[in-house]
């Protein structure tokens, strides 16, 4: 079992930025996800074990999926927010398992909240 813990959440103006970030020791790649009030959890961004990165239309161009491997650290840099990102964001890091499908982990959740 891995411990996953989040932080950065937080307020910001429309056109503000945070970074969120996502302990995870022995991840090896990650993916983002958000939930808005009312709404199921969507996937939002993923880096895979080689660096290759992924993003959903709405927030392409304006989020970064990136990793900290010194500090085994997931991030999501956010920038132009918009009301419509107001959500709490999840981390969802995983790791290979030999012979075994990968296993991945959720992390608690951050709120995010943006006013126009």
């Known amino acids: 079992q891995v411990q996953v813990e989040e932080s950065g959440g937080g307020s910001v103006q429309a056109g503000g930025s945070l970074r969120l970030s996502c302990v995870a020791p022995?991840?090896?790649?990650s993916s983002w996800y958000r939930q808005r009030p009312g709404a199921p959890r969507e996937w939002v961004a993923s880096?895979?074990?080689?660096?290759?990165?992924n993003y959903e239309d709405s927030v392409k161009g304006r989020f970064a999926i990136s990793r900290d491997n010194v500090k085994n650290t997931w991030h999501l840099q956010m920038n132009n927010l918009k009301p419509e990102d107001t959500a709490v964001y999840y981390c969802?890091?995983?790791?290979?398992?030999?012979?075994?499908?990968?296993?991945?982990?959720w992390g608690q959740g951050t709120q995010v909240t943006v006013s126009s």
């Open positions: 969802k890091p995983g790791r290979a398992r030999l012979g075994r499908p990968p296993e991945t982990y």
């Open positions: 022995g991840t090896i790649f």
């Open positions: 880096i895979t074990s080689g660096g290759a990165t």
